[in-house]
T-cell receptor, first 113, second 114 residues
Framework: KQEVTQIPAALSVPEGENLVLNCSFT??????LQWFRQDPGKGLTSLLL?????REQTSGRLNASLDKSSGRSTLYIAASQPGDSATYLC????????????FGKGTKLTVNP | SAVISQKPSRDICQRGTSLTIQCQVD?????MFWYRQQPGQSLTLIAT?????????ESGFVIDKFPISRPNLTFSTLTVSNMSPEDSSIYLC???????????FGSGTRLTVV
């Protein structure tokens, strides 16, 4: 059974700092991995999608990497801003045809002005 | 990616009643899903909404409690039946356009059962 863990559960940084959020998964047989952002009381906004054959994806100040064999992904945020404050969720979709996403509990990020 | 409208955005309901949540996608999508996010927990898939046939439920979720409809390729509803305080959660609709695409989520419905 796939399990996804995100560390740390919460992170507080000053504005301008570069930071890394971590995601690990127990079964390396994944189809893809997706990073989301969730603002308080809101739905999810997709940030980056990494297919199993890819090593990384970039969008603006965000860079996500995937090491499938070791069951790890990182989300790098450059030059953090207060508007980046949110909960960041990692989700994996397993191989084998299932459409189910397995989510971690998220990392709550606070960027202080 | 697809844009998903979900309503209501929030509701407070009495124990024993039912609530139907609507999900509208701005374009035809292959797959639609319903997730639940209980306080402090990760998102959990309730079911896959299949167009023109019965939904496919995950372990621990049953049709009598969470009936789902999907009459076409852009619309689905989830009903939370005979509600109890334990059903208080955020319910999210999700869709995927096709192979190789990621998943898009609606803004969620925050349900409180009193």
């Amino acid at each position: 059974k796939q399990e996804v863990t995100q560390i740390p559960a919460a992170l507080s940084v000053p504005e301008g700092e570069n930071l890394v959020l971590n995601c690990s998964f127990t079964d390396s047989a994944i189809y893809n991995l997706q990073w989301f952002r969730q603002d308080p009381g809101k739905g999810l906004t997709s940030l980056l999608l990494i297919q199993s054959s890819q090593r990384e994806q970039t969008s603006g100040r965000l860079n996500a990497s995937l090491d499938k064999s070791s069951g790890r992904s990182t989300l790098y945020i450059a030059a953090s801003q207060p508007g980046d404050s949110a909960t960041y969720l990692c989700a994996v979709r397993d191989e084998g045809g299932s459409e189910k996403l397995v989510f971690g509990k998220g990392t709550k990020l606070t960027v202080n002005p | 990616s697809a844009v998903i409208s979900q309503k209501p955005s929030r509701d407070i309901c009495q124990r024993g009643t039912s609530l139907t949540i609507q999900c509208q996608v701005d374009s035809q999508v292959t797959m639609m899903f319903w997730y639940r996010q209980q306080p402090g927990q990760s998102l959990t898939l309730i079911a896959t909404a299949n167009q023109g046939s019965e939904a496919t439920y995950e372990s621990g979720f049953v049709i009598d409690k969470f009936p789902i409809s999907r009459p076409n390729l852009t619309f689905s509803t989830l009903t939370v039946s005979n509600m109890s305080p334990e059903d208080s959660s955020i319910y999210l609709c999700s869709a995927r356009r096709g192979r190789g695409y990621g998943y898009t989520f609606g803004s969620g419905t925050r349900l409180t059962v009193v």
